[in-house]
């Protein structure tokens, strides 16, 4: 009887909450209607189902590597463009997309540790965009945060130093208000930080052979092919029902049996991602989202939320010719590892020290405290949204501070708010009172908020200037689940 009442009292929750998304988002009512398999969670969150595609398999997309210039100084120089295209992501017609110098994501820039760059970032599309470099340790004018902004058929020179270790970090656009829609159409592509600690870890380096760049994406197409992100917008995510991998749907590549580095983004709207293998094996995370962690942790599932990036090793040593193994989330496949050749290297066993960070747990009394609440239009940061004539916070450069961050419950129990903090990388020093996880205790720029969650941070930010902090379910983002932080 009791069960029976709980279950009553549940759907008339549920039933107050969508008469209440009606009246306040009618708009968004009448797009869920139309979009087919929706699921609502346990805490009210809509979402899209993911299902397997029926697209033919295809081989991955593998992003250029920028070719940059460098003058005798040292300096090198690249130029990249955000601009329209159209992409051939299904069978059928081409689809409408955004990219930097292509019309879908953006080529690899390499960098190294101490090396003096310099970008052009140029705007061809119809609509001011800004280029975020995301995890990217550098002064807020080169940030490339809301502040920001290049109107159409204008550019910007960007200069800074590389000031970090060895890292998989990525750039995004980041315009006030339209972020969401502009990445939803196809603009990201990942950094790469290289140094003299890296070259000499003994993993796997060879791009396109045994380390691969993995760039996960969920999107819904219309019957015509195309992105219609207003049909498919949700202002508690965007979310589709297809995954895309480096602009590829379903696909695979064809490796040796060794061991597969696979350098992994979250660069979903939305979704959050909780990876495996098809044979429930594990594999090992070497990094997280700012380098190297101490040591290989062995895995048998990985969550990623948007923004977050994590390098894995797939060992495939004991595989042979014919054999397949799957990259998953949940029941959908997200890359498959063919093995085709034999090799003939010796298998050398990963590094038992990759880094030497070190952590302490403690719970101790925070510098600076806020808290995320609220859902769909209603999201705020200590009850605030976004005001780009605000600032919100204050810091010194180069002093360390603990941070402690809430995210709240609500009626219908919360959700997840993935947090970023522009402009540094930090570490995560306990989630309510408890160590993290191992694979959590490296340098982080994104990490999931869980509801009726505390998690205290330490940070020191290298670099001057006001950097943005926010939930990076990038259309709580753009709703103004933001704010700013000056550091002096």
Request: a negative charge.
């Amino acid at each position: 009887m009791k069960k029976q009442v709980n279950v009553i009292r549940l759907g008339i929750v549920l039933l107050l909450f969508a008469a209440i998304s009606f009246i306040f988002f009618p708009n968004q009512a009448g797009q869920i209607s139309g979009m087919g398999m929706m699921n609502m969670n346990m805490s009210g969150e809509v979402t899209t189902e993911l299902v397997p595609s029926n697209e033919p398999s295809n081989k991955l997309n593998l992003p250029s590597i920028l070719e940059g210039v460098t003058n005798p100084d040292g300096e090198i120089s690249y130029t990249i463009t955000a601009q329209q295209g159209n992409t051939q992501l299904k069978e059928g017609a081409a689809t409408q997309s955004y990219g930097y110098n292509g019309s879908i994501l953006g080529p690899i820039i390499r960098l190294r540790t101490g090396q003096q760059v310099s970008i052009q970032t140029e705007n061809e599309l119809d609509t001011a965009t800004s280029f975020h470099w995301h995890g990217l340790e550098v002064p807020s004018n080169v940030d490339g945060g809301p502040h920001s902004p290049i109107a159409p058929n204008q550019s910007v020179n960007l200069e800074f130093t590389v000031n970090q270790e060895a890292a998989t970090l990525w750039f995004h656009p980041h315009p006030h208000g339209e972020t969401a829609e502009q990445v939803y159409y196809g603009l990201a592509g990942l950094i790469y930080i290289e140094d003299d600690h890296s070259d000499s870890l003994a993993i796997p380096k060879e791009y396109g052979i045994n380390d691969f760049p993995v760039i996960i994406q969920d999107r819904l197409f219309d019957e015509n092919n195309q992105l219609n992100y207003s049909t498919a917008y949700s202002s508690d995510g965007t979310y589709g029902d297809t995954l895309v991998i480096n602009g590829t749907i379903n696909p695979y590549v064809d490796v040796k049996n060794e061991k597969i580095r696979l350098r992994l983004l979250n660069g979903s709207n939305a979704r959050n991602y909780q990876f495996h293998l098809s044979d429930d094996t594990s594999f090992y995370q070497i990094t997280s989202d700012g380098g190297f962690l101490n040591e290989p942790i062995p895995m048998e599932s990985l969550q990623l939320v948007p923004g977050e990036r994590a390098e894995i090793i797939v060992d495939l040593s004991s595989y042979t010719m014919g054999d397949s193994i799957q990259l998953m989330t949940g029941n959908v496949p997200v890359l498959t590892l063919n093995v085709t050749e034999e090799t003939t290297k010796e298998d050398v066993p990963l590094p038992t020290t990759m880094n030497t960070i070190t952590h302490t747990a403690d719970e101790v009394s925070p510098d600076k405290k806020m808290t995320f609440s609220g859902m769909g239009n209603m999201v705020t940061i200590d009850g605030k949204q976004f005001d780009m004539d605000r600032i919100d916070l204050q810091a010194k450069v180069g002093e360390t501070e603990v941070w402690e961050i809430e995210n709240t419950r609500h009626m219908m129990g919360g959700m997840i708010h993935p947090f970023h903090l522009h402009g540094l990388q930090f570490k995560v020093l306990n989630r309510n009172g408890a160590i993290p996880p191992e694979n959590e205790r490296g340098w982080k720029d994104t990490i999931a908020l869980y509801p009726g969650e505390s998690v205290q941070i330490e940070v020191e930010f290298p670099e001057k200037g006001i950097f943005m902090y926010h939930c990076h379910l990038l259309e709580h983002e753009d709703t103004g689940m933001m704010g700013q932080i000056l550091v002096e």
